[in-house]
């Protein structure tokens, strides 16, 4: 049975899953975008199925916990490291809108963005490895941070440029997606953690875990539209890393 266009294009765009090239205008980039919290929660169960093979063969929570954020560095073509690179680039140059965005789509990656990486990186990794429940962790920060995706192409979120893939997903997905995703995942989220971890304190984090998350990215998305005009494929990046790096600091409290 073959995928949806939109849900091909989806794994596509987010993924090197191999899907298979499909044509698409803005209704199935819209779509596309509806679909990402799904591909999100299944790189996640492909990185947790990592994490929980090596720590069960011994190697370790530490390593475990390396790998499988590498891991989903790997399945994503580190597409969403690389916008967050570039926007901390664009913002830390300090210049006008234009200026800070064709500083982001040079090739190279200046000092502002190899910070944000390196900090990024570390704070994902030791998230993983300090969560009571690392392998719920990754699945919910899978599909969360791609859930910030769906939200950003809501109307009334404009493309900073008349161009690319911000361009292509700006104002594609009705509201009542995200809105109706946002329900479905958190409340998917405290049934699973309840059967997982069996203590209401991990229940009530886990679920919190989202909106959080979600939150965060909002506020980042209005930071960013106010200094570029606009989202873009790198600004879509940078808040699929906030919004599912918070989810993996919240798996660690309590």
Known sequence: MSLPPGLRLSFGLLSVLPVGFVEADRRVFGASMAWAPLVGAVLGALQAAAFLLLDLAGAGTAPAAVLAVGLGAVLTRALHLDGLADVADGLGSG?????????????????????ALVFTLLAQVAAVGAATHPALALVLAGATARLALTWACSPGVPPARPDGLGAQVAGTVPVRIPLAWTCALSALAAAVAAWWTRSAADVLLLTAAVPAALGAAVLFRRHLVRRFGGITGDVLGALAELAGTTVLIFATLG
């Open 95 to 115: 210049r006008p809108a234009a200026e800070a965005l064709a500083v982001m789509k040079r090739s190279d990656i200046g000092p502002f963005g190899v910070v």
